[in-house]
């Protein structure tokens, strides 16, 4: 089974701050990479996805950025705000078999 | 009504119980999916289904067993239920497409506690 590795389980930030997560994959091809953000009591919903054809997308203050030379990809978020705080997984989409394969899911707190 | 509803939404049962989850969708969507959240693990496959007529092991489908009963139906049963399956239960579907990982609609979830 492969896997995604995702880094680090937990993060504390201050309101205007920078979160950062990262995650790593295997060697796979044809894959999308989205991000995923849940909040407490509700199912994980689609934040932001990227093409592994492309190195970076940005969407508001959310940027995923995609290296895949070192087979790594990472969640920016910019100006963090009390109300990102929620837990965040990256995935691997598999295009060809139509299944999502998740990290491990980062806890994202950011402070007033 | 949400896209994606999941029943119950919280569940205390003991030791050796059959238990089942019940997921209905509004989507129209062909793929569903269970999975099951725990802290520091993630979210984790355990069974998959394409069709009515499909239906496919994930990694972890030891201990459960599902049925698709039509296309907007699709239940988890824990034929006799052990502590260590106590998680967050979450349901999903999607498109024949779902590319980017934008075709995938996720239920609000079972808590299942299992004593």
């Known amino acids: 089974q492969q896997q995604v590795k995702q880094s680090p389980q937990s993060l504390i930030v201050q309101k205007g701050g920078i979160s950062i997560i990262n995650c790593a994959y295997e060697?796979?091809?044809?894959?999308?990479f989205p991000w995923y953000q849940q909040f407490p009591g509700k199912g994980p919903a689609l934040l932001i996805a990227?093409?592994?054809?492309?190195s970076e997308k940005k969407e508001g203050r959310f940027t995923i950025s995609f290296n895949k030379s070192a087979k790594q990809f990472s969640l920016h978020i910019m100006d963090s705000q009390p109300g990102d705080s929620a837990t965040y997984f990256c995935?691997?989409?598999?295009?060809?078999?139509?299944?999502?394969?998740f990290g491990q899911g980062t806890e994202l707190s950011v402070k007033p | 009504d949400a896209d994606v509803t999941q029943t119950p939404r919280n569940r205390i049962t003991k030791t050796g119980k059959r238990i089942m989850l019940e997921c209905s969708q509004t989507?129209?969507?062909?793929?569903m999916y269970w999975y099951r959240q725990d802290p520091g693990l993630g979210l984790r496959l355990i069974y998959y289904?394409?069709?009515?007529?499909?239906?496919n092991k994930g990694e972890i489908s030891d201990g459960y067993s599902v049925s698709r009963q039509a296309q907007a139906k699709f239940s988890l049963s824990l034929e006799s239920a052990i502590p260590n399956q106590t998680a967050l239960y979450f349901c999903?579907?999607?498109?024949?497409?779902?590319?980017?990982?934008?075709?995938?609609?996720f239920g609000s979830g079972t808590r299942l506690t299992v004593v």
């Open positions: 999903a579907t999607s498109d024949s497409q779902p590319r980017g990982g934008a075709g995938y609609t």
């Open positions: 060697n796979t091809a044809f894959d999308y």
């Open positions: 990227i093409r592994p054809d492309v």
């Open positions: 995935a691997d989409a598999r295009v060809r078999g139509g299944k999502l394969i």
């Open positions: 989507k129209g969507h062909d793929r």
């Open positions: 289904s394409f069709d009515v007529k499909d239906i």
